[in-house]
C-alpha cells in the first residue's frame, strides 16, 4: 500500500513537472512582431505633431469663414502658410517621410503597382502624364499653375489614415503630404511612385 502511495506520488509529481515544462515552453514563444509597426506609428506620432502645430497657428489667425469673399479666404490661407514657414523654418525632407518608414511606404506602393494587370498599369501611365511635374520642396507653396492629381484610390487604403487638415499627393513619383488649407508642401518621399517606363 505504501508503495503505492508513493508511485502514485511520483507519478503526480513527474505530471506537474512535464505540465510546468510545457508551460515554460509556451510561455517562451515569442510573438511575431510586425516590422512595419514602429515606423508607421512614428509617422503617424510625427503627422499628429505637425497638425497640433498647424492648428494652433490657424486658430491664432482666427476661425474660417467660407462666408467670406474669396480674397479674403486666399489671404487666410497665405498667412497660416507663412506663419507654418516660420515656425517650420529648419523643417527638411524626411522630417515626417523618415528613411524607416518610406521604406515601407515605397514597398507596399511598388506591391500594389505589380499586381495591377496590364490593362490597368497603361491607364496609370496614361493618367501620368498629367501628373504635376515640378521638383517639390519642404515649406514651398504647391504651384497653382498645376492641377491637384486624384491621388489613386487603391493606394490610399495601403497608407494610414491622415487627420483633417492633411493629405497624400502625387507629383511624378513623389509622394507628398500636403496641408490643404495653407496649400504648403510639408514634406515629401522621392521615387515612391512607379514612373512609366520609356518604351
Not at 514597398?107 to 501620368?128: K, Y
Not at 515649406?139 to 494610414?160: D, H, K, S, W
Amino acid at each position: 500500500m505504501l508503495l503505492n502511495e508513493r508511485r502514485g506520488k511520483s507519478l503526480h509529481r513527474a505530471g506537474w513537472a512535464v505540465l510546468l515544462a510545457v508551460l515554460a515552453l509556451g510561455c517562451g514563444k515569442q510573438e511575431r512582431v510586425d516590422p512595419t509597426a514602429a515606423p508607421i506609428a512614428d509617422f503617424v506620432k510625427r503627422v499628429d505633431e505637425y497638425v497640433a502645430l498647424r492648428n494652433r497657428l490657424a486658430e491664432a489667425i482666427g476661425p474660417l469663414d467660407e462666408t467670406k469673399s474669396q480674397a479674403e479666404i486666399t489671404l487666410r490661407a497665405a498667412t497660416l502658410a507663412s506663419n507654418i514657414k516660420l515656425e517650420r523654418a529648419q523643417a527638411k525632407q524626411g522630417d515626417l517621410f523618415t528613411p524607416e518608414v518610406a521604406t515601407v511606404f515605397a514597398t507596399l506602393i511598388h506591391q500594389e503597382d505589380s499586381r495591377r494587370p496590364d490593362s490597368v498599369r497603361e491607364t496609370r501611365e496614361d493618367q501620368q502624364e498629367e501628373l504635376p511635374d515640378f521638383i517639390p520642396q519642404v515649406n514651398e507653396i504647391y504651384p497653382t499653375t498645376y492641377p491637384l492629381a486624384t491621388f489613386p484610390p487603391r493606394l490610399l487604403p495601403l497608407l494610414p489614415k491622415l487627420p483633417e487638415h492633411v493629405e497624400y499627393r502625387i507629383v511624378q513619383h513623389y509622394l507628398i503630404l500636403r496641408d490643404v488649407e495653407a496649400n504648403l508642401i510639408v514634406d515629401f518621399m522621392p521615387h515612391a511612385v512607379p514612373t512609366a517606363k520609356t518604351p
